[in-house]
């Protein structure tokens, strides 16, 4: 869709209250390429940014080859712009992101992350990775492993490869047993348990501007998020205490966390 037609859809949604946008494509970054010949996304941001109502944008689907300097400074300078990354690696081992056909190293990916976390302080990181890739050994998922426990995303979800046929990858050779698929996809479910359960118990105490989605009329109780949280994939906050209103921001102190929610009470309203 030309950048004219989805600034349209956002004013449009944006005059019945909606307060966050959610670009999901196949490479965000990439937008533009087919329609212009270039890559177009800063300027669509741009434009998306000065309609009058949307507060939140967040992007989905950022392959770490095609980021630039561009797109970063734009995060960094622009309010709107979620301080959330959904950056899809799949692996980090370098045999295996070749065997992917990946555009990216090992070195190069840490470079990028080292830079937004350096440009973008408190940027939530998301991430998807690929479990039993053809010919990956114990070794290289150990290495995967060893990444995502030092990286601390908070948001991983895992995928076990399925071969498919006219895929490039159906014709590798070295499928591994569904067994050894399922349990390293079980040991990084569980690593990312622990470390989002530790992320989100060293929120406690401190206090965030989050989006109101739902309410439970029975119990009172609020379910919002906060910046980095994309909505319905990853945790959530669960307003226990005091008065919201849904579809609009509160501001929140964080009470309690665990892996996939924290609790909170109510601090104040926000514009």
Request: proline letters at 2%.
């Given at each position: 869709e030309p950048i004219e037609t989805l600034v349209a859809e956002a004013q449009r949604l944006a005059a019945g209250g909606t307060r966050e946008l959610v670009l999901i494509s196949q490479d965000s970054v990439r937008y533009g390429a087919d329609l212009y010949g270039r890559a177009r996304l800063v300027s669509l941001l741009q434009q998306l940014a000065e309609v009058e109502g949307i507060e939140w944008i967040r992007l989905m689907y950022t392959y770490p080859a095609f980021w630039t300097d561009e797109m970063i400074d734009f995060y960094a300078s622009c309010e709107k712009m979620c301080a959330y990354i959904d950056m899809p690696l799949q692996h980090i081992s370098d045999p295996v992101l070749q065997r992917m056909k990946r555009a990216t190293t090992r070195q190069k990916t840490m470079d990028l992350l080292a830079t937004l976390r350096q440009r973008l302080p408190g940027v939530g990181l998301r991430s998807t990775f690929i479990l039993g890739f053809p010919g990956e050994t114990e070794a290289q998922f150990?290495?995967?492993?060893?990444?995502?426990?030092?990286?601390?995303?908070?948001?991983?979800?895992?995928?076990?490869?399925?071969?498919?046929?006219?895929?490039?990858?159906?014709?590798?050779?070295?499928?591994?047993?569904?067994?050894?698929?399922?349990?390293?996809?079980?040991?990084?479910?569980?690593?990312?348990e622990r470390l989002s359960a530790e992320i989100n118990d060293e929120l406690v105490g401190t206090r965030h501007r989050v989006l109101v989605d739902d309410e439970d009329p029975e119990s009172g109780v609020y379910y919002a998020r906060m910046e980095r949280d994309a909505p319905e994939i990853d945790g959530q906050v669960v307003i226990d205490e005091g008065n919201a209103r849904v579809g609009e921001f509160a501001a929140v102190e964080i009470t309690a966390g665990y892996a996939y929610e924290r609790n909170a009470r109510v601090v104040g309203k926000v514009d």
């Open positions: 150990e290495e995967l492993l060893e990444f995502v426990e030092e990286t601390r995303f908070d948001h991983v979800s895992g995928f076990i490869y399925s071969p498919e046929e006219g895929t490039s990858a159906y014709a590798l050779d070295g499928e591994l047993d569904e067994e050894v698929k399922e349990e390293r996809y079980s040991r990084l479910t569980q690593l990312q």
